[in-house]
C-alpha cells in the first residue's frame, strides 16, 4: 500500500500564490506517475495534471495550464503543486493521487490517493 498525506492548502487572496505538497510512503517502489486532483463544492472531481517517475514530463489541464506546475523530488519521496495566479474559482479540495501504471497524463489510471487539503481563494 501507498500512502499519500498533503499540505500546504490555506485561504489566500486572488493572484496569489500556494505551493502544495504531498509526501508518499509505504510502498513508494510501486509509484510510477503522480498527480493531483480537486474538487469543488457540488462539482466533479477534476483532474489536475500529472507528472511522470523521472519529473521530466509533465500534463496540466488546460484551465491551470500556465498557472500551475507540478515537480517532484524522488529523494523526498514528494510531489508539488506550486499554484500561482489564483482565482476564486481555484477554491476547492486539492487531492494528490499515485499510479503505478506510468500513464501521468491520464486521470483515469491513478491508484491512490489522499486525504486531500483545502484551498480557498477569496475575491
Known amino acids: 500500500q501507498v500512502q499519500l498525506v498533503e499540505s500546504g492548502g490555506g485561504l489566500v487572496q486572488a493572484g496569489g500564490s500556494l505551493r502544495l505538497s504531498c509526501a508518499a510512503s509505504?510502498?513508494?517502489?510501486?509509484?510510477?506517475?503522480m498527480g493531483w486532483y480537486r474538487q469543488a463544492p457540488g462539482k466533479q472531481r477534476e483532474f489536475v495534471g500529472g507528472?511522470?517517475?523521472?519529473?521530466?514530463?509533465?500534463y496540466s489541464t488546460a484551465s491551470v495550464k500556465g498557472r500551475f506546475t507540478i515537480s517532484r523530488d524522488n529523494a523526498k519521496n514528494t510531489v508539488y503543486l506550486q499554484m500561482n495566479s489564483l482565482k476564486p474559482e481555484d477554491t476547492a479540495v486539492y487531492y494528490c493521487?499515485?499510479?503505478?501504471?506510468?500513464?501521468?497524463?491520464?486521470?483515469?489510471?491513478?491508484?491512490?490517493w489522499g486525504q486531500g487539503t483545502q484551498v480557498t481563494v477569496s475575491s
Open positions: 509505504g510502498s513508494i517502489f510501486r509509484i510510477n506517475a
Open positions: 507528472i511522470s517517475r523521472g519529473g521530466g514530463n509533465t
Open positions: 493521487a499515485a499510479g503505478i501504471s506510468g500513464s501521468y497524463a491520464s486521470g483515469a489510471l491513478y491508484d491512490y
